[in-house]
């Protein structure tokens, strides 16, 4: 599984205009899920996105994760970034099919609400607006 995981100063995402979510400061994770992606994965992800270090201490470096600042964290399905990028279009014969991605992604919402205080959640295979006010800008690509 993969995540580009941004700090952020807000984030929301909609569907046909509805809210699906919104947090204040913390993460926005846009999560791709791959064809060999598991359920251990997506947990080890989730691990990975809650203690991944971008906040910063009272030094200014980046040693405090948004578990420790009790910032949000706003999860948005992304087959995109299961693509082989390679030429000048993009396959995606590298993304999991779409019924196990949706379950993959679903468990990877349910075990962030579990370990989180703060989750909110776009909807899988929706056609979907995204906005964000960078924080930084921070951006990571992490990977399970």
Known sequence: ??????????????EDGAELGRIGPGLLALVGVERDDTDARAVRLLER???YRVFPDAEGR???SVADV???????????????TKGTRASFTPAAAPERAEALFDCFVE?????????AAGRFGAHMAVAL?????VTFLLSA
């Not at 599984?1 to 909609?14: D, F, G, H, T, Y």
């Not at 006010?133 to 800008?137: K, M, R, S, T």
């Open 70 to 84: 009790g910032g949000g964290l706003l999860l948005v399905p992304n087959f995109t970034l299961a693509a082989d």
């Open 62 to 64: 980046m040693n405090r």
């Open 1 to 14: 599984m993969i995540a580009l995981i941004q700090r952020v100063r807000e984030a929301s995402v909609r």
């Open 133 to 137: 006010v960078n924080d930084g800008p």
């Open 111 to 119: 075990a962030a609400r579990a370990r989180h205080p703060t989750v």
């Open 49 to 51: 996105v809650l203690a």
